[in-house]
T-cell receptor, first 113, second 117 residues
Framework: AQTVTQSQPEMSVQEAETVTLSCTYDTSENNYYLFWYKQPPSRQMILVIRQEAYKQQNATENRFSVNFQKAAKSFSLKISDSQLGDTAMYFCAFRGSQGNLIFGKGTKLSVKP | GAVVSQHPSRVICKSGTSVKIECRSLDFQATTMFWYRQFPKQSLMLMATSNEGSKATYEQGVEKDKFLINHASLTLSTLTVTSAHPEDSSFYIC?????????????FGPGTRLTVL
């Protein structure tokens, strides 16, 4: 069975600095997708970034980038120039052949002014 | 693009009544929609996968007769909590999957907070 592990329950970062959130996963599949979702206090789940496992190039979306290490089954999220609006729960998720998302337990990120 | 709406956003009902929650994909068609439940400070728990035109697939431990799912069109799925009890109080979130080459991404509705008195 696939699993997703986020080992950092909480993290904090100063505004304008960079922070990296960790995620590891376990699967025997070769083709899959990985995602980072953000859930602010409004509780709306927002897609941050997506990575296809068959792509070696790390995905980037403006200030958000990932470090995808397929052999190590690691998928960390880097947030550059952190903003107060980045304060949220961040969930790492895996999508394999079954089609459903498997979520990690989340990391609560606080951006401090 | 890829907007999902959910209605109502909040509902309070009496024990024993039924509540219907709607999930709509506004700008794309979704063959597959998902229903999740989220307890405070926890991750999302998948309840069921809803496929247009066929029966939903429920996760282990989720009562299909209590949580009725209907996916009658490519833009609408509904979740009905039948004979609701206080222990059903929770935050329910739906998602719709945008499929295609290089996508297969779930987009989420804003959630429904259900309180059963």
């Amino acid at each position: 069975a696939q699993t997703v592990t986020q080992s950092q329950p909480e993290m904090s970062v100063q505004e304008a600095e960079t922070v990296t959130l960790s995620c590891t996963y376990d699967t025997s599949e070769n083709n899959y997708y990985l995602f980072w979702y953000k859930q602010p206090p409004s509780r709306q789940m927002i897609l941050v970034i997506r990575q296809e496992a068959y792509k070696q190039q790390n995905a980037t979306e403006n200030r958000f980038s990932v470090n995808f290490q397929k052999a190590a089954k690691s998928f960390s999220l880097k947030i550059s120039d952190s903003q107060l609006g980045d304060t949220a729960m961040y969930f790492c998720a895996f999508r394999g052949s079954q089609g459903n998302l498997i979520f990690g337990k989340g990391t609560k990120l606080s951006v401090k002014p | 693009g890829a907007v999902v709406s959910q209605h109502p956003s909040r509902v309070i009902c009496k024990s024993g009544t039924s509540v219907k929650i709607e999930c709509r994909s506004l700008d794309f068609q979704a063959t597959t929609m998902f229903w999740y439940r989220q307890f405070p400070k926890q991750s999302l728990m998948l309840m069921a996968t809803s496929n247009e035109g066929s029966k939903a697939t429920y996760e282990q431990g989720v009562e299909k007769d209590k949580f009725l799912i209907n996916h009658a069109s490519l833009t609408l799925s509904t979740l009905t909590v039948t004979s609701a009890h206080p222990e059903d109080s929770s935050f329910y979130i739906c998602s719709a999957e945008l499929t295609g080459v290089g996508t297969d991404t779930q987009y989420f509705g804003p959630g429904t907070r259900l309180t059963v008195l």
